[in-house]
């Protein structure tokens, strides 16, 4: 006879967290996000080997994560998760934009020969929208420097026709830069204490590396949870399948891929425990996530197989319609609780500590919070991500609002068919999810300090000032239909709908 849980299965819109003590130590300043994102001996004293300042990565989908939004991401302090739906080339050049930004110090993309015309330098300006522009003696972003030049050096309406851009350009011998070695603080103070606006830096030879901007100093300042690899460049994230996975991790991890995930809508699978094994097998130090699942059985699978951290949560998406076509889920709360609960007794039996990431279900940002109070270290999220600027896709104008194009890897639009492997024929008959579009909401940084910010005030209310504090001390209740809607604006007239903005 088939098995039958308990208790149905909930959703983080029926919880509600309730207050605890704040005591006077507990203030926002003293809040950290800081946490565990793969598994290490806890138990032996081990310090996590990749940890993040924000517990916020986003998903593995086309049009969430690319390498803007995963620099935007890890400015903030979080994870970005580049998606796999496309070639292992195109892939791994994505890994290594990233890594080559090395936060301030920035691998120039728009680059031209000093004998092409200022027409071609204006394509250049416009295709990448960046004006200032490295003139190296090949064109290429390496070339020998010989000067820069920027949109402000010239006005195209009153230049010749077919002018050269040797005609306008900075000289090398009139500008200065600095040689491979300098540290981003000293290349700050070379910029502040000539004036100027950026500063190339060479190496021994002469040819460009990277430019430094001023702007990029003031970014700086802005994102104190920046999260930088030992090389003081941008951590990143990759998904990979469980079919090309040999030849793809190792051109992740040449281009310098930091963690990776195995990217399937179910992961209680035999082949993600053979992916697990291969690959630890072949790169005992690359680290690889799996998922997803929805109960302890199949987090002790995982764990058993390798998994460096696992994900949860099957058709709670926005875009997913998995439950809807399959009958297949469980709701992201109880999975999450569930799960939790596998984690903490397998650390309390191995002493290791495999952390566990939310994926799906996040509506509201206090869904955020309530995942890390059931035992989440970190949430996955994908339309949360989709609305903001840096995301790939196009931003619209529908009925009157702007919005952006929001797509499921299971959909037709990213035919993503490996997502859904069951190890027999590539290419499914039907959809598991939805094209659809987003509410255009700006800036990524604006938007997850705010998020961020309601998190930690959260957890003051709880006493909390970390992460597994807020697990140990949160009061969680369930709340019936009545009071969700009592929670909300009622009985009056509002005039301003931005209290419901996210």
């Known amino acids: 006879m088939a098995f039958f849980f308990d208790e149905p299965s909930h959703t983080f819109d029926e919880y509600l967290l309730v207050p605890g003590y704040t005591g006077p130590d507990c203030i926002p300043a003293n809040v950290s996000l800081k946490t565990p994102i793969v598994r290490y001996n ?34 903030e302090g979080g994870i970005s998760f580049i998606y796999g739906s496309q070639t292992i080339e195109n892939q791994a050049a994505m890994i290594a934009r990233v890594k080559s930004y090395k936060a301030g110090f920035v691998t120039s993309d728009t680059n031209i020969r000093p004998d092409q015309t200022l027409e071609e330098l204006v394509s250049k300006i416009e295709a990448t929208g960046h004006s200032t522009v490295a003139v190296t003696d090949n064109g290429e972003h390496n070339g020998k420097l010989l000067g820069i030049i920027t949109e402000r050096d010239f ?23 600095a040689e491979v070695g300098i540290t981003l603080e000293e290349a700050n103070d070379l910029i502040w204490k ?25 970014s700086h300042e802005e994102h104190p949870n920046e999260l930088l690899d030992k090389q003081k460049r941008y951590i990143v994230g990759a998904g990979i399948n469980t ?43 690359a680290k690889v996530g799996a998922g997803n699942v929805v109960d302890a059985e199949g987090f002790r699978f995982l764990a058993e197989a390798g998994a460096d951290f696992v994900k949860i949560g099957i058709g709670g998406g926005s875009i997913c319609i998995t439950r809807e076509q399959k009958g297949i889920g469980r709701g992201q709360a109880t999975a999450t609780i569930d799960v939790a609960r596998a984690r903490d007794e397998y650390f309390k039996k191995t002493g ?52 952006k194009e929001y797509w ?3 959909s037709n639009r990213a035919r993503n068919w490996q997502r859904y492997d069951l190890g027999g024929a590539k290419k499914m ?43 140990e001390k949160a009061k969680i209740t369930l709340v019936s239909p009545a009071s969700i809607r009592e929670g909300g604006a009622h009985d009056v007239v509002v005039k301003n709908t931005s209290i419901h903005a996210e």
């Open 243 to 285: 079919r090309d996975y040999m030849e793809r991790v190792p051109a992740l991890l040449e281009a310098g891929v930091d963690v990776m995930t195995l990217d399937s809508s179910e992961g209680f699978t035999e082949w993600q425990a053979r992916a697990l094994h291969d690959i630890h097998a072949k790169w005992p130090n």
């Open 429 to 471: 008959a039907f959809e598991e999810g939805v094209d659809s579009y987003v509410p255009y909401a700006g800036s990524l940084h604006d938007n997850v300090s705010l998020t961020t910010s309601k998190v930690i005030h959260t957890m003051c209310n709880c006493g909390a000032v970390t992460i597994p504090e807020l697990q």
């Open 42 to 75: 806890k138990k032996a004293g081990e310090k996590c080997p990749l940890t993040m300042n924000i517990p916020m990565v986003s998903a593995v989908m086309q049009s969430v994560s690319n390498d803007t939004l995963a620099v935007a991401l890890a400015k």
């Open 408 to 410: 499921g890897e299971g």
């Open 352 to 403: 290791i500590y495999v952390p566990i990431c939310s994926d799906g279900g996040i509506v509201h940002d206090y869904h955020i919070t309530l995942a890390l109070a059931m035992g989440a270290d970190f949430v996955m999220l994908g339309r949360y991500f989709a609305r903001f600027d840096e995301s790939p896709t196009n931003k619209l104008v529908v009925n009157g609002n702007y919005v």
């Open 155 to 177: 006005r195209l309406d009153h230049c010749p026709k077919g002018a050269k851009v040797q005609e306008y350009m900075t000289v090398l011998g009139d500008l200065v830069k």
């Open 194 to 218: 000539n004036k100027i606006n950026q500063l190339p830096v060479v190496d021994k030879d002469g040819n460009l590396q990277y430019l430094v901007f001023r702007k990029d100093a003031a």
